[in-house]
């Protein structure tokens, strides 16, 4: 072989190796560019699906918000109700206990059941009476359901006409007097029924000093909302 045509192969080899070179790396850049392509395209699906997830716990957090919020709504809707019934009782009880004359006697007829709710017209008295453990007469009408207990002036705190918590009212001494009259009088109301009672025992509690102290009022108005019905 002539140098002329050595040199001509050589330089022929070196384009030919050039060419591959090339296309070589024209392959790993096509090759890389679809790699990053693909990771491109998992990573947008990736923040797609967080995105998704971010809206299904918004759509959940506004579901639970708005369930708890029907269900104070309701909470609510049953604690008026439930007050307005015991109001409705109260107001009740009060128009029953004032138009009972808490008497034996009177007449029932299918026609006419009042004198069981109304009380009779004897000058026996329809009532019981049971001494409580601490010694206080509880006197019940067994016509009307009215309970005559000792008054506890806690009990005689208003506002606005209302029985409140002491600490939200006023005492009334009048009513608080009113209502131990009353009391004093059912006990002495005459019946040939005879009174009931329990085991006697005293009350002690524990003033702030940690001395021993006599625990009547403790107990009275422990039991004060209590009644005979
Ligand atoms: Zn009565």
């Known amino acids: 072989m002539s140098k002329a045509e050595d040199l001509v192969k050589n330089v022929s080899e070196k384009v030919e190796k050039n060419e591959t070179a090339t296309e070589e790396l024209a392959r790993i850049q096509l090759e890389s560019a679809r790699l990053q392509k693909k990771l491109l395209e998992a990573d947008l699906e990736a923040k797609e699906l967080e995105q998704q997830e971010r809206q299904f716990n918004l759509k959940d957090l506004k579901g639970r918000l708005a369930d708890r919020q029907l269900k104070e709504v309701q909470a609510q809707q049953k604690r008026e109700a439930q007050g307005r019934t015991f109001a409705q009782e109260e107001t009740t009880d009060r128009v029953n206990f004032a138009a009972c004359s808490h008497r034996k006697g009177g007449i029932v007829s299918p026609r006419d059941m009042r004198a069981l709710t109304r009380g009779g017209d004897e000058d026996q008295y329809s009532v019981i009476k049971h001494q409580m453990i601490n010694g ?33 009212g006023v005492f009334s001494q009048e009513k608080f007097d009113a209502a131990v009259a009353e009391y004093k009088r059912a006990v002495q109301f005459p019946t040939r029924n005879v009174m009931s009672g329990s085991v006697q025992c005293r009350f002690f509690t524990v003033n702030e000093a940690g001395q021993e102290i006599d625990g009547a009022a403790q107990y009275r108005e422990n039991v004060k909302d209590s009644n005979l019905r």
């Open 136 to 168: 206080d007469i509880w006197v019940r009408c067994l016509r009307c359901r009215k309970t005559w207990t000792p008054p506890v002036k806690s009990n005689f705190y208003f506002r606005d006409g209302k029985v409140v918590a002491p600490k939200d």
